[in-house]
């Protein structure tokens, strides 16, 4: 008797782990897959001795990515290596201070007395919050599907009921750090990670403050090779368990007959297959992918998160106050960064920050020069001028850190990509160039995303960052791990 057949649409970090999970499962598995390489947003561009990572700059959470060696018998070292960060980031304000948020909770706390007007303990307390609202709500928003009913037929489902009040759902993020804490720099240091998942931290509800629990508590990790060897891992993995990868192949069709997914049409032919993933964005799956299907018109509909410009600049000198990952944020942004934000009024006061990522490995850039991931953090495209944003924004941003590094950075910039959210929509398929799918700036924001299998056909499924549970490479993993573990029951392998 023959395995089962699974196609995946896609080769972004959670179509790779849902290709490891499936084929795990006995499933014959083969990937497709537009572009000519791997990895969704998570890529890499070499230019002129430089090389760069492309998209997520953070690896947190490793235990996800551990996971898909373990169940696949493959000990990790020979494929990935990764090193936890003693220093998370370094924060630059335009008032001289400068923060290093340290690993270590005590020590982060300590430092943070120093820089702020803040008592150590009122750090330890948010973080207890922090992790009391991840150790309520994760394996219900995070590790299960949202849209069975099974999942909600448990004892953690039971005490997060009890606890709701504890929550924040009824308050915005930012008013809650603002009663936390009186000292603005610390306040604006807490809602900069309402962008870890696209979001406003003046629309996002107050549970969004367990993300500094995600890292602080499991830490933050420097992969060896640099952030796209997540990608070839995971890759490498899925070839040495019989994965077959078919690269510059479009899927223009998933053939839906009696209400079951039963193949799709790549360059006109069709391949048959018994379970269908889509690791494409949501929106373009069923606009491109079921044009003639029943479309559900209010998730797809649902507001975009944020996207990313970001500069991939080759810097002439190094810069020994730059490890790794740095924040340099604005005294005033509305100033500064106001007209990236202005037609877009849903986004209220806009947290603006400059995120430079450097330092990957040596042999990144040439002896004596650095690799520079410079981002800034912006709507989706809805049409906006972008050629102005761009340029307006490189301005800005060069004179930022010129004058914060007290240096003239522009004349250090001796090669550069762009990528804007043109580009991330062209390049990755994710609708209007979001980062995340839809936003989370409401309460309801996490039942409102397309759950990880079709209502309406049988046999299709979803995963990625537009689908639950969300954007940012550990939600991806576990994405996948959610798909796998739905077609195990339904097909009760």
């Known amino acids: 008797m023959s395995n089962k057949k699974a196609i995946i649409i896609g080769s972004g970090i959670a179509g790779l782990a849902s290709a490891i999970r499936l084929r795990n499962q006995n499933f014959d598995v083969e990937v497709y897959e537009t572009n000519s390489y791997p990895g969704g947003k998570l890529a890499e561009i070499h230019k002129e001795g430089y090389r760069f990572d492309c998209g997520p700059s953070l690896f947190t959470m490793p235990q996800f990515l551990e996971e898909l060696f373990t169940i696949s018998k493959k ?5 990935f290596q990764y090193s936890k960060k003693e220093i998370v980031c370094n924060y630059f304000y ?7 948020a ?8 300590e430092e943070a007395e120093k820089k702020f007007d803040v008592k150590s303990a009122q750090i330890f307390k948010y973080f207890e919050n922090s992790k009391l609202k991840y150790d309520l709500t994760s394996t219900l928003f995070l590790e299960k599907s949202l849209h069975k009913l099974s999942t909600y037929l448990s004892l953690d ?6 606890r709701i009040n504890s929550l924040g759902i009824d308050q915005k993020l930012h008013s809650y ?8 720099r610390l306040v604006q240091f807490f809602d900069r990670y309402a962008t870890y998942n696209g979001s406003s931290p003046y629309l996002t509800p107050g549970i969004m403050s367990m993300i500094p629990h995600l890292e602080q508590f499991y830490g933050t990790f420097f992969p060896k090779g640099g952030m796209y060897t997540i990608t070839k891992s995971l890759y490498q993995l899925a070839i040495d368990l019989g994965v077959t990868f078919h690269f510059e192949s479009k899927v223009d069709e998933v053939v839906v007959t009696k209400k079951k997914a039963t193949g799709v049409i790549v360059g006109g032919l069709y391949k048959e297959a018994d379970v269908i993933v889509s690791n494409m ?3 373009p799956t069923y606009r491109k992918l079921l044009p003639s299907q029943r479309t559900p018109e209010k998730t ?8 990313a410009l970001i500069f991939y600049w080759g810097v002439k000198k190094e810069f020994p106050e730059l490890d790794l990952h740095n924040i340099f944020f604005s005294k005033n942004y509305k100033e ?9 009024e849903a986004y209220n006061d806009p947290t603006v920050y400059i995120n430079i990522t450097t330092k990957n490995e040596p042999s990144d850039a040439p002896k004596g020069c650095e690799n520079w991931f410079v981002m800034v953090n912006v709507p989706n495209n809805e049409g906006q001028d972008w050629e102005e944003i761009i340029q307006r924004s490189r301005k800005n941003i060069v004179d930022k850190l010129s004058r914060l590094l007290k240096i003239n950075i522009e004349e250090l910039i001796e090669t550069e990509e762009i990528l804007d959210p043109r580009s991330i929509e062209s390049k990755t398929q994710s609708y209007q160039g979001a980062l995340y799918g839809s936003s989370s700036n409401n309460k309801y924001a996490a039942f409102l995303r397309h759950p990880n299998f079709s209502k309406n056909i049988k046999n299709l499924y979803f995963c990625g960052g537009s689908v639950h549970p969300g954007g940012g490479i550990p939600l991806c993993l576990l994405s996948g791990k959610i798909v796998s573990e739905l077609i195990e029951k339904d097909f009760k392998v």
């Open 75 to 79: 000990p990790i070292t020979n494929y």
């Open 94 to 100: 335009e008032d001289g201070t400068r923060f290093t």
């Open 102 to 109: 340290l690993a270590d909770l005590k020590k982060f706390a």
């Open 157 to 162: 489902t039971i005490k997060a009921i009890i």
């Open 177 to 184: 750090n603002e009663e936390t804490f009186k000292d603005s």
């Open 281 to 283: 964005d949501i929106v």
């Open 300 to 307: 797809l509909k649902q507001p975009r998160s944020s996207s």
């Open 336 to 344: 500064e960064f106001e007209y990236i934000f202005e037609k877009k």
